[in-house]
């Protein structure tokens, strides 16, 4: 057994014995999960995983699934943006150096032809014409042959650089959302946040954001396994990003949490749209496909809140949007409240 692997097996052994220390469900992901953590390099997930270990929370799905979102996920849509952008780096080096290699080709075939000139102005007794003529003639085909050949390897290049811009604009995409519904990650709305913030502020416009949570949403994972979970949250997903077009953003803000961006829109006409995106989620019905099984009806509920003066912030405002929730929770949920 290599080093390299003493080193990879000792990890593994320390993984599986913070998992069975923490009762944490062995499990693909939260292998990663634990593995990375065994590893010692990712500071930011240490020091998560240790805060839920501090606060003796259970690592429960819910707990286990955001960390490896959060941590693993993000980590490796980064990965394949920087491996793209490597490609067509490594891509661009080889055509400067087709080009600069042809250069070279170019200069020479100029400096035969200046020679074979300087040598025809002499006495043309004093010039044998044949072999002039055959030298530049031998020239302009190695040229021209040459030309060719870079013509072809431009237009193969050109094909990779249209394959690599394809694929940095689709892997660039997909770093931007959540796996599993479609949604924004919620690294990329913080981005959009601090944008539309300092547009709200500059045009001294409203932005108001709403913060949805599934109902009952651990029942559905209890009773019907997480592939019914996974559904719900996938249902809950497609219907916020139809319900809520143009510059409107929505998230996944983490486990059974969506959050959305409303830009140019008070906080009475969000509480509006809010209600009729609820109602399009009441609306659906979860039924398995082979057997026509009903799960029952999907209902959510939410709390809005508006960009308050100049000192407003991402936490201050989620904060004052999670109250609101709360408040429709704790009414009866499937509702909307707005903040007080």
Known sequence: MTDLELSEHSISKRAFAFMEKHKVAPSPENYALWY??????????????????????????????????????????????DDAANDAQKLLQDILKQVSEFSGETSNYHKDVNQSLETMTRSLEETDVKNVVRNLIQATTTLKQSSEQMGRK????????????????????????????GAYNRKTFEKFFDEYV????????????????????????????????DEVLKIVARTLIDSLKGRDIVARFGGEEFIVLLPETPIDVAVRVADVVRGAIA????????????YGTITVSMGVARLRGDNDTLPSMTKRADDALYRSKNAGRNRVSKEA
């Open 36 to 81: 990375h953590y065994a590893f010692g390099k990712n500071t930011d997930l240490i020091r998560e995983i240790d805060n839920v270990i501090a606060n003796h929370l259970e690592f429960n799905d819910e707990t286990s699934g955001y960390l490896y979102n959060k941590f693993i996920i993000a980590n490796r849509g980064q990965k394949m943006v």
């Open 154 to 181: 431009l237009e193969e290049s050109k094909q990779e650089i249209n394959s690599l811009r394809k694929n940095l604009q689709q892997v660039t995409i997909e770093s931007q959302r959540d796996f599993l519904t």
């Open 198 to 229: 300092d547009t709200a502020r500059q045009n001294k416009a409203e932005l108001s954001m709403l913060i949805i949570d599934i109902d009952h949403f651990k029942q559905f994972n209890d009773k019907f396994g997480h592939l019914i979970g």
């Open 283 to 294: 609306g659906k019905e979860l039924k398995r496909k082979d057997t026509g099984e009903n």
